[in-house]
């Protein structure tokens, strides 16, 4: 979590945090990343003896404390002391009611969140606690419903936590302090002194310091090992170390005043966060310390996406290797904001699946993270958290020791359908290196932190300068928000705005940057394609850029296996065609038909489409702007919701059709999951997560007009949300394909599949698909 800034780099922090000094802008090094802390736990006079209903009575104090990794102090673990023993608290029936009891017993203002499923790791000893019930208000959690001290049927898979608003309560005296300890360590930072790694963003290369006591103090190297450096390349978002010039530091240390305050440092490789390895403190004055070696160096290989000259400009891109071909990754992470960071997906037979949440920990999530070119899991994450997957789940149980090269080398079990659904699909956050690059963006002007008009950092110009200007709104659209809010840090874009003469709160008034345009997957606004020389249709501030940002976003999946059962041909009478004519639902050429005599040829088939997402798919105009068509009787809130399109096998369009939002609509959801959006009486249109809207092969339009087709074997695609008007996570999952032959008189549908969901290797087959020769589809 980014937190400060120093002159070059903001100052990196992870884990626990403790009473530490107020941040002053440091020198041109900092990459600090907080390491270890204490317990935060806090004693509360309350009784003893269990009551009925599950309240008690008596007079020792309890005690409560946060723990686990990684966390901030506001945040963890939420243990209690009863019976002179440790424990945690189950997370059934867990609420925010629960959490709002607890923080207050700690000393914080209020509860803004809880965590299950041992987010912070499983704790030890015993299971406290279980099926709490508070009501919100209560002095203490022994105040709630529960089954009783001791009584539960959890695991510690299952240990609940809290995270508080970071606001003490006023006059709070009870341990309203993290408890410290001399012996701590606070953060560190790779502090880079050879000319050569004094280049631009990330720092891979330095001498390793730890803040002690309000300074920087170096770790002495002797017994230094790689697996130290492992962990530590890990934590700043690096995959590997690699070896260093060691000769050339120890000139440069023998001539600079050291303040070495830590030795004995011994990783074993697998570590997610150095405070799990063990070290020592130089005790007393430290002036004579580490006279057989040296300050600790560390140097780190970058990954793909962060290597000079690489492919930062998206986050699914590779570098091509002209002389070595690549092979594909069979493993990937989808449905994330920012880089890094999605649900677990893996390649097993050509076809893409989910990896379920059992025992997913920290370990198997930083063999993935490494994998894929990041350092350590900062948070190994479960329940869909990153959204649901569609298709097989191919692993569970994962259980990983940290140093496997892949996924695929660590231990797992065979699935079974009773063993996981896709509402437990693992996922992953993972350390990855400061690039920078929110200090080159912001917002103005906005009614909160996420929306405002774009403004973009340039320079240094001729004289030397930097220079704050705007985006010209001209062509700017959801993909390209998408990249501003990645870069902002501010998660998924909600709008683009092409005008924003309501946020007209800012002296910036030059317009810098024009004709953007972001495939979706760059990392920064600078990574898209835009005019050399600015050149903008509409100058005024009003129309330059604006984006409204949100932490989630929908997520639209067709539902393939339907579509293949439902396909068939229909010839259908001019006479009952006028309302689908009215709509533009049937191919040019029908313009020239004998009506109403005469019929057309229809390729019919249904569509579900879900909602994986984790927000609501809503309609992009208001109900203000929907467009009543009489002769169906219903509301458009979108003109165009799906495409329809016939291919030959090398891509050209024979046939097209496409569907307006007749009604978004939740027909059926998932258990537990309530409908929200119905089109009677002018209802809201939408549709829920965990819900999917229901097109049937029997409604107007819900088809393609292949009456001037040829007999021959096509592709059938289906593009949902075609012109991305309505912004969602991933829009590489949008499109559906099938294979289909048609011989003048049937058609045969079949290998119909989500767009992303198979292999390079098993797509190139799919388009170089001969055709059936009979109608035995095996």
């Given at each position: 979590m980014l937190t400060a800034a120093t002159q070059d780099l903001p100052w990196l922090a992870f884990g626990w945090v403790t009473t530490r000094p107020a941040m002053k802008p440091g020198g041109p090094w900092g990459l600090p990343v907080l390491l270890c802390g204490a317990w935060l736990w806090v004693s509360a006079a309350q009784p003893s003896t269990q009551a009925p209903g599950g309240q008690t009575q008596g007079a020792p104090k309890l005690q409560l404390r946060l723990a686990g990794y990684p966390r901030k102090h506001n945040e963890g673990r939420i243990e209690v002391f009863y019976s002179q023993e440790w424990g945690t608290i189950c997370d059934d029936d867990f609420t925010l009611a629960n959490a709002q009891v607890l923080c207050r017993q700690l000393g914080f203002v209020a509860a803004t969140g809880w965590t299950h499923s041992a987010k912070y790791g499983k704790g030890v000893g015993r299971i406290w606690l279980d099926n709490v019930n508070c009501g919100g208000g209560e002095k203490s959690i022994e105040d709630c419903r529960s089954r009783g001290w001791g009584n539960s049927d959890c695991s510690h898979e299952e240990d609940a936590g809290v995270v508080c608003q970071d606001e003490r309560l006023p006059g709070f005296v009870d341990s309203n302090?993290?408890?410290?300890?001399?012996?701590?360590?606070?953060?560190?930072?790779?502090?880079?002194v050879v000319s050569h790694a004094k280049r631009p963003l990330p720092v891979t290369e330095g001498i390793v310091e730890v803040r002690h006591r309000g300074s920087w103090a170096q770790i002495c190297d002797e017994g230094w090992s790689s697996r130290n450096s492992r962990v530590v390349c890990g934590m700043l978002g690096f995959p590997a170390e690699k070896k260093v010039n060691r000769n050339f530091y120890k000139l440069w240390g023998a001539r600079q005043q050291l303040n070495v305050r830590l030795h004995s440092v011994a990783c074993a490789g697998p570590e997610v966060h150095l405070s799990l390895c063990s070290w020592e403190f130089y005790k007393g004055n430290a002036s004579g310390a580490c006279r057989g070696g040296m300050p600790a160096v560390v140097s780190c290989l970058p990954g793909p996406l962060f290597a000079p000259g690489g492919s930062g400009g998206g986050l699914q891109k590779r570098k091509r290797q002209p002389q070595q071909a690549q092979q594909q990754q069979r493993v990937r992470l989808k449905g994330g904001a920012k880089p890094g960071e999605g649900r677990v997906e893996v390649l097993k037979d050509g076809v893409w699946g989910t990896v379920c949440d059992d025992r997913w920990g920290l370990a198997s999530a930083s063999v993935v993270c490494r994998e894929l070119g990041f350092g350590s899991a900062k948070e190994a994450l479960t329940g869909a958290r990153m959204g649901q997957g569609m298709g097989q789940i191919h692993l569970n149980e994962v259980q990983c020791l940290g140093s496997e090269?892949?996924?695929?080398?660590?231990?797992?079990?065979?699935?079974?359908q009773e063993d996981c659904k896709h509402s437990e699909d693992a996922a992953v956050r993972c350390n990855v290196p400061y690039m920078g690059y929110e200090t080159k963006?912001?917002?103005?002007?906005?009614?909160?932190?996420?929306?405002?008009?774009?403004e973009v950092l340039?320079?240094?110009?001729?004289?030397?300068?930097?220079?704050?200007?705007?985006?010209?709104?001209?062509?700017?659209?959801?993909?390209?928000?998408?990249?501003?809010?990645?870069?902002l840090g501010l998660g998924f874009a909600n709008h683009g705005l092409q005008e924003t003469w309501y946020w007209d709160a800012s002296n910036v008034t030059e317009m810098v940057l024009s004709g953007v345009k972001c495939t979706g997957h760059e990392m920064t606004l600078s990574h898209c394609a835009h005019h050399s020389t600015v050149s903008c249709r509409k100058t005024g501030t009003r129309f330059a850029a604006g984006v409204i940002c949100s932490e989630t976003a929908s997520d639209l999946l067709l539902h393939a296996p339907l579509v293949q059962e439902t396909a068939y041909i229909e010839d259908r009478p001019l006479h009952m065609l006028y309302c689908a004519a009215e709509?533009?639902?049937?191919?040019?050429?029908?313009?020239?038909?004998?009506?109403?005599?005469?019929?057309?040829?229809?390729?019919?088939?249904?569509?579900?489409?879900?909602?994986?997402?984790?927000?609501?798919?809503?309609?992009?105009?208001?109900?203000?702007?929907?467009?009543?068509?009489?002769?169906h009787g219903h509301y458009h809130s979108m003109d165009i919701f799906t495409h329809y399109d016939l291919l030959t096998p090398n891509g050209t369009k024979v046939a097209e059709g496409h569907k307006a939002s007749f009604c978004l609509e939740d027909t059926e959801c998932e258990e537990e999951v309530g409908k929200r959006y119905e089109c009677a009486n002018f209802g809201e249109q939408g549709i829920t997560v965990g819900c999917w809207d229901l097109y049937r092969h029997d409604i107007d339009c819900q088809w393609i007009d292949i009456t001037d087709v040829k007999a021959g074997n096509y592709i059938l695609q289906?593009?949902?949300?075609?012109?991305?008007?309505?912004?969602?996570?991933?829009?590489?999952?949008?499109?559906?394909?099938?294979?289909?032959?048609?011989?003048?008189h049937r058609i045969w549908v079949h290998s119909c599949h989500i767009g992303d969901a198979l292999s390079e290797e098993a797509n190139r087959r799919f388009e170089q698909y001969p055709g059936q020769l009979n109608n035995q589809i095996v």
């Open positions: 302090v993290i408890e410290t300890e001399q012996n701590q360590l606070e953060e560190f930072r790779l502090r880079p090269k892949s996924l695929w080398n660590c231990p797992s079990r065979n699935i079974t963006i912001r917002l103005s002007g906005g009614r909160s932190p996420f929306e405002g008009r774009i340039l320079g240094p110009g001729r004289n030397g300068s930097q220079r704050w200007g705007l985006v010209c709104g001209d062509g700017w659209g959801t993909l390209e928000a998408m990249v501003a809010c990645r870069q709509e533009n639902c049937l191919s040019s050429s029908a313009q020239n038909a004998n009506w109403p005599y005469g019929h057309r040829r229809l390729l019919r088939f249904s569509s579900q489409i879900h909602n994986n997402g984790r927000a609501d798919f809503r309609p992009k105009a208001g109900r203000h702007s929907w467009v009543w068509h009489e002769c289906v593009v949902i949300n075609p012109r991305q008007e309505v912004a969602e996570s991933d829009f590489t999952n949008n499109a559906m394909k099938c294979n289909c032959k048609y011989d003048g």
